[in-house]
């Protein structure tokens, strides 16, 4: 059989102008337009391609299309065979170069650029083995899978032995767990109802259709204008009743003393968790936070810059859910590190998902936690919004509220050719016509 | 009088081929070039122009390049009235892009090109004033100076009265302080010695060297293997003697548990700080590291990405040393504001520097530091490297183990023309003469 080769690295600046309906609004991004950095790794083996992307919200995403360029000579030449025998070593090459560290480390641009590399190289190993991403992931032995991670600065909080056990552990129940999952999906939630910017009718429109479809967990988003965050929490929970979930995201709007404020009075409207009350990289805020509105529980993690970051959130009881995001880690390996110091922490993973492409990746990524790490759905729910799948050959499927377990080959996030010629940045027709006008 | 106006956004891409002699190298950056995303603020006034830059090792240098440009659109256009009357706007419009904010936020490649713009801007600030930075800045009313600042995420540890406050203090005192600058000028110590690629005889040289030239402190690079690291501690403790400092550094090479036990080893040559023992952002990691090891302190920042991380450095006591970088802070804006967290906190501030550039700047902070936030030398000191200066129109002076104080107007930071020409990347001709070998 031919060694699969990567051959070439191709990177594409992809954007939907999404601002022009507030949709994914939010208090510190008024108007994004979702956007995917897109990655293809070419290899000599005829129609064999690995497909991967990182997500931003517009201006910036060529920068990260920039520095998938300029990790390209880390991987083109190399073997399939090669990576996946040193998975790890793969990682650590791309994460740690000697000098393109010093523009991060593991953190902002590169490390979004890393993710969309280390994606479509999980794509492309999936895909040549014919098997959905999460499927071969949760075929692989515990050893297998504990030698593509690097454990370096998490080995206070988890050492290599410690993961061992949990994946050991799950060896006897992944085969019932698979079938749990077939029959009845993995539990999500939605955000479609809660952006900043829709008006209030459309709001209570949209909770109504909500719960026609099943969902039981609906989020909003706050942190612009305590007032106004009042109003909408009472009409969301008015239409929502007092048994569903409601969730509160404010985006990194609040310092530390005021998001403890507003969550008082927040508190009122009963809800689940608040999402990103304050910076991202504030690891003592949240914990201060965490303490301060218990028994609400802080959740955070789209922004989170990698392992180390969730490790101190973890250690500092910042956390009561952990929000992983598939591209913000830097690809599945630093996502499968998070999972398994989530577990090892008795805290629930609860994916970050929306913008474009990332309920693709979520889709697999809560296959492979519920099947080999967690092994449990309480209080865990994945993020689902229902935009921009139409673009994507295989789209996440999402029935009742629960996500449907992914059947085609690779990890899901391979985008329609049209799509990719239609929207690409800036000489696309769709940003074309726009510059003309 | 004409009004200053920002016309135009040059960004250049500048590198010295340093790793030909292992300058600069350590445990995690074993060939770095030292480099430059070189960024140049055109106006309407003839010869007035703003210089700043942001430092680099090599790969990766291209990507701050891009970033700078990607920020031009919300710099150009300005005034500099505009700028300077609300400078904390100017700055959280760079640093907090509703688009770009994302591939951040405020870390990574677009925090280092916020730097390099922002440091620009005071630079034209400070030539329009004629006047030195450092001069300009201390200068200000506490009041002019506190309006400069975003104290967003750090209000629960810096209120801004308590900035005030500390500002306030020093007003009597300055007049006497920069005498005192002017005089004795500010305590420096030197790396020059310690880099890892250097051999044995290579570093009893530039001991005794250092000695000569009045120098108190030094500093070695470790982490890369224990042995090597106890053989060439004992060289240097050996050549200094016991009375003078002797710091180490090792760039981030060890996880929490192996820097505790690598420090018992090393503790036998009586460290002053060990530097970076572990990742930049593992707040915990340090403040578990400080306590272990006491009375050896903690230092870190060079790679410490913001206001946030070095907000909780301290509030964790993870630090005895607190090292700003120039430029990985997003410019004087946010150094400024950290070096008021550290007053706040009673941490010395002991500015990283070296590279090309870094010692420029750090001539003008140390000043502002000592003049107007400290007040204090004890155990302060600030690095200094003696490469790549001549490159500069107004390089920073050390004398006798001491930087003296800048006297030409600006941020200290212009290239000479020459310089820029000769060493841009890839087509100027040091590296189109590589390229073509």
Known sequence: MTQVRITGLEARDIRFPTSDHADGSDAMHPDPDYSAAYVVLRTNVEGLEGHGLTFTIGRGNELCVDAARSL??????????????DFAGFW???????????????????????????????????KSERKPLWKLVVDMSPEQLVSSLDFRYVTDALPREDALDILRDSRSQ?????????????????????WLGYPDDKIRTLCRKGIAEGWNHFKIKVGAD???????AAIVREEIGPRRKLMFDANQRWDVGAAIENMKELAR????????????DDVLGHAAIARAIAPIGVATGEQCQNRVMFKQLLQADAIKFCQIDSCRLGGLNEVLTVMLLARRFGVPVCPHAGGVGLCEYVNHLVMIDY???????????????????????????????HYTVPEAPGYGITMKRASLEEFEHPDGPVWAARAAR
Chains 1, 2 share one sequence.
């Not at 390209?72 to 025998?85: E, S």
Request: with cysteine; aromatic share 8%; net charge negative.
């Open 72 to 85: 390209a000579r880390l991987v083109v030449g190399r073997t399939l065979d090669g990576i996946v025998q």
């Open 92 to 126: 650590r090459a791309l994460a740690s170069d000697s000098q393109l560290r010093w523009v991060g480390p593991e953190k902002g641009v590169i490390h979004l650029a890393t993710a969309a590399i280390v994606n479509a190289a999980w794509d492309l190993y999936a």
């Open 174 to 194: 992944r085969a019932a767990r698979e079938a749990q999952m077939r029959a009845q999906g993995y539990p999500a939630y939605t955000t479609s109802a809660g």
């Open 226 to 232: 305590l007032a106004d965050d009042l109003r909408r």
């Open 269 to 280: 409207f009963d809800p689940w968790w608040i999402e990103e009350p304050t910076s991202p």
């Open 371 to 401: 099947i080999c790490i967690s092994g449990s759905l309480e209080n865990r729910v994945a993020e689902f919004v229902s935009h921009l799948h139409e673009h994507f050959e295989n789209p996440s499927v999402v029935r009742n509220g």
